[in-house]
């Protein structure tokens, strides 16, 4: 793999200074490279994909994912954990939707990126 470097180690200096600053704090990070490990699970991302367009009970859910309702839990519970989806309850039913529209645009933004990408590839 070839690797594109400066030809001169000339830093510059105001400029470095000023990314610094605006640097995230090192737990705000850390945060946000959890997230994406939660959305780096293919099973979490086919589930938020199913819950894109619309709200779906844990039995839709799985139907949808072809998975087990107990496999289906486990990953909704570490989706809720940080904050990606969110439930409410109507009788004995549980419905799941995508937590905010931040959610709703990294999947988006994620989804679209990726499908740019191939359209380059087939020209």
Not at 16 to 24: G, H, S, T
Not at 36 to 61: M, P, Y
Not at 72 to 83: G, I, M
């Amino acid at each position: 793999m070839n690797y594109i470097e400066c030809e001169m180690d000339h830093p510059h200096k105001e400029l470095i200074q000023e990314v610094k600053q605006l640097m995230p704090a090192e737990e705000d990070l850390y945060d946000v490279a959890e997230i994406f490990k939660v959305f780096g699970d293919s099973t979490r991302t086919k589930i938020l994909a199913a819950l894109f367009n619309h709200e779906l009970c844990v039995c839709d859910i799985c139907k949808v994912v072809e998975m087990t309702k107990s496999a289906v839990s486990h990953q909704l519970k570490v989706l809720r954990d940080f904050n990606l989806v969110k439930y409410r309850k109507q009788g004995k039913e549980v419905f799941y939707s995508l937590a905010d529209e931040h959610v709703f645009m990294i999947y988006e933004k994620a989804l679209e990126h990726i499908l740019e990408k191939k359209e380059g590839r087939e020209k």
